[in-house]
Structures are given as structure tokens and as C-alpha cells.
């Protein structure tokens, strides 16, 4: 935590506001995040959900701080919690997550370049330019 703590402050971030409890359950955010990828609100979703953990300290083990996010980027919170709800966004997150656990991927974050998983923050201009050097390919 500290570390991440140290990070966030050299990228010029905001202090980082642990919710407690950290780690919680955050299923129904994920299935929140799932609904907003396939509607292309996807990175907007997770950037304010985002902020509401960890700028804001506040729990996304909680459905109402998870709609609160969805609010924020402009998503509507019932169609959020319904979504998040159905079988295919239940079912596209399973996959999702047994793709990830096939590939390797152990954290976020991570991105993919051939069958290299590229771990942690302190990897990503690594995972860049090896995407650059296979034709921009990563995930």
C-alpha cells in the first residue's frame, strides 16, 4: 500500500484514500464495469469508480457507491443496476476473468502483448512498446 501510496504521489495524483474494507467484495462493481464496456461508457465507468475508492475513500463493495459512480459518468443508475443483474453481463464477466486467469494476468494492471502479461504500473511503457513493436497489438 505503500508502495502504491509513493507511485500515486510521482504521477502527480491525489493522495490515496483507502475504503474500508480493502479489499472488499466487489463483485457487483465488476458487473457494473462489464455493463458499461459493452456500452462503450466502459473506461468513463471505471475512471469514476475509481475515484470514488480511492480519492474519495469510499466502499464499491457497496451498490450505492458504485451507482453513484455510474451517475457521475453519465450512465443511469437503475439501467446500471440492471444490467450488472442480467445473466449475459454475469456471464461475460466469468469469461472475461477465466481469459485473464488463461492468460496469465494475476493484477491489474496488466496488458497483454503476444502471450506476455506486462504486471504493475512500473511495466506499462515495457507493455507499450512491445505493442509497438507487434503492430500495436495488446489487451
Known sequence: ???????????????VVWPKPFPGNT??????????LHGETGEAFAL?????????????????????????CGLAPE???????????KDALRAATQQAGDLGVRGVPSV???????????????????ANRHGGSAR
Open 27 to 36: 463483485l457487483f462493481a465488476m458487473r457494473a464495469a462489464t455493463y458499461a
Open 48 to 72: 469514476s469508480a475509481f475515484r470514488e475508492a480511492f480519492a474519495a475513500g469510499r466502499d464499491l463493495s457497496l451498490p450505492d457507491v458504485v451507482l453513484r459512480a455510474a451517475a457521475a
Open 112 to 130: 497483454v502483448v503476444g502471450s506476455t502479461v506486462y504486471f504493475g504500473d512500473d511495466h506499462l511503457e515495457e507493455a507499450a512498446a512491445a
Open 1 to 15: 500500500m505503500a508502495e502504491i501510496e509513493r507511485r500515486a504521489r510521482a504521477y502527480g495524483l491525489p493522495p
Open 79 to 89: 439501467e446500471v443496476r440492471a444490467g450488472a443483474e442480467a445473466p449475459p453481463v
